[in-house]
């Protein structure tokens, strides 16, 4: 049975979540260390640059932390910093996404570089800045992996979804999705876009998989999951009784009736792709624990925190304003508790 996470998203705590003065945040993903306290793995990016394409060029992954999974979260430290032009990922880290298996723990994340002067607070930043134009032709999916979540964290020197040439990834892998598999293997979804001409296509979805999640990684797929047309993002995805389940971002809202709403989507082997009986999985509308319902600016980049095999809460990055986050004044990472499963199970 198919059905939507709306039916049991209790009220969202106004204080939960994280967020940081003088900061843009986005991308929370949390999981549970093994001193029993919350761990959210967070992009910030600083609040002189705009909020778009700031994160392009100055975003690092953060740690915060909570005694429970609503938050408020406390920033602890930064775990991927830049790390100089050199590198792939050298000048920006974002798109976070923990798990723990095995004994460890694997930080799934994209990375960018590019090779002109760092931006200063003096200097206007907009999309045809060459920095910015560079960075964006130059994300790449990367992992990082420690055996606590306190780190160290070893850091890979090259990408794990290095682009193909003439395939509907030759121009940039983002936003990881991994799932594990019964098996220990796991199923990665990721962003892509293709070449075209001098300049970028539309958003797709692709999938990889490998033994184990520190690759190596092969792409199963030489199609998108979905056509052109089909226009989403930021997908999460998990293994269900029947097969695997996704949510993503509904771009123009064709598919889920809110533009910028969520997409349920289901497969029964992680390689072909439907959309759900009941294709809306979550709404820009909000109910807050004040009793207020708010459309916000943004709903975006959702994570589901598993506990004892089940979701127990949706992590997403929100901002204010009237839509979209280029007008954001405001960003953070909020924090929606699930009620238990409903009849059919998720």
């Not at 600083?46 to 609503?70: C, F, I, K, N, Q």
């Not at 395939?167 to 598999?181: E, V």
């Not at 296509?201 to 998108?224: H, K, Q, S």
Request: hydrophobic share 35%.
């Amino acid at each position: 049975m198919d059905f939507s996470l709306m039916d049991r998203m209790l009220p969202a705590p106004l204080n939960g979540g994280f967020r940081m003065d003088g900061w843009w945040v986005w991308c929370g993903s949390v999981v549970r260390g093994e001193d029993g306290r919350y761990h959210m793995f967070a992009s910030r990016w600083p609040g002189w640059l705009p909020m778009h394409p700031g994160w392009l060029l100055r975003s690092e992954v953060v740690r915060a932390v909570s005694d429970t999974p609503e938050g408020p979260y406390l920033y602890a430290e930064t775990v991927l910093p830049a790390r100089g032009a050199e590198y792939w990922d050298g000048r920006s880290t974002h798109n976070p996404h923990i798990i723990r298996h095995g004994g460890k723990y694997f930080l799934y994340y994209m990375g960018s570089t590019h090779p002109f002067a760092e931006v200063t607070p003096e200097e206007p930043v907009g999309l045809d800045d060459c920095r910015a134009i560079a960075a964006r032709a130059n994300k790449r999916v990367g992992l990082a992996v420690s055996d606590s979540v306190f780190g160290p964290w070893k850091r890979l020197d090259a990408p794990i979804l290095p682009v193909r040439p003439g395939k509907f990834d030759s121009y940039l892998t983002s936003n990881p999705a991994p799932c594990i598999r019964e098996d220990g293997s796991v199923l990665l979804i990721y962003k892509a876009r293709k070449y075209e001409g001098h300049t970028y296509g539309n958003m797709t979805l692709g999938a990889a998989v490998a033994d184990g999640p520190e690759g190596p990684y092969r792409v199963i797929r030489e199609e998108p999951l979905f056509p052109p047309e089909v226009h989403v993002e930021d997908p999460f995805a998990w293994r269900t009784e029947s097969g695997y389940a996704m949510i993503a971002k509904d771009m123009e809202g064709h598919l889920c009736g809110e533009k910028h709403g969520g997409i349920l989507a289901v497969s029964d082997n992680g390689t072909d792709w439907r959309l759900a009986d009941a294709p809306k999985a979550y709404s820009r509308e909000i109910l807050w624990d004040d009793g207020r319902k708010r459309v916000m600016g943004s709903f975006e980049r959702p994570f589901l925190l598993f506990q004892d095999g089940r979701p127990t809460h949706l992590f997403a990055a929100t901002a204010d304003g009237p839509g979209g986050f280029r007008h954001a004044r405001q960003t953070w990472n909020m924090v929606i508790p699930l009620a238990a499963d409903p009849p059919g199970g998720l």
